[in-house]
């Protein structure tokens, strides 16, 4: 069996509205369309998927008492230097870390994965500034 390699590399722009959205379905999603396995010519080694626009991440949805209970923890480095901040927090400040996380922690943990969350583009309000590459809105109810 030989392996499949795609000879031309096709990236479409994609916008994504997630206004009440849940957030981790939305994540998953964006994730599947970042690693490019719903296209024909998926390959694991390769880096074949799309560019996401997310649109109104400051109204994405969490479902029971997240917006309170779930903690994001980064670290200085330092000791003692741990730090903590509620998801209701991180809404308040930055709306658009929301989904980045989200998503960075459904890829893979490698360069291919980091070279994929690079093209993904998260915006808390309506307004993106990528009109020119003509993206197509995605409709969330396809996914199933």
Avoid at 126 to 136: D, G, I, L, N, R
Wanted: hydrophobic share 35%; charged share 30%.
């Amino acid at each position: 069996m030989k392996t499949y390699l795609p000879k031309e590399i096709k990236r479409t722009w994609w916008v994504v509205d997630a206004k009440d959205q849940v957030l981790g379905r939305l994540a998953s999603r964006i994730a599947l369309l970042l690693m490019g396995k719903r296209k024909p010519e998926y390959t694991p080694h390769l880096d074949t998927g799309d560019f996401v626009i997310v649109v109104n991440a400051e109204k994405v949805r969490l479902t029971g008492k997240k917006w309170q209970q779930k903690v994001y923890y980064r670290h200085s480095g330092y000791p003692g230097g741990l730090k903590a901040i509620t998801a209701e927090r991180m809404r308040q400040t930055h709306p658009e870390r929301l989904i980045q996380l989200a998503v960075k922690r459904m890829l893979p943990k490698n360069k291919l994965g980091r070279r994929m969350l690079k093209r993904l583009k998260v915006y808390a309000g309506e307004a993106h500034p990528h009109s020119a590459q003509k993206p197509q809105p995605l409709d969330l109810s396809q996914f199933r």
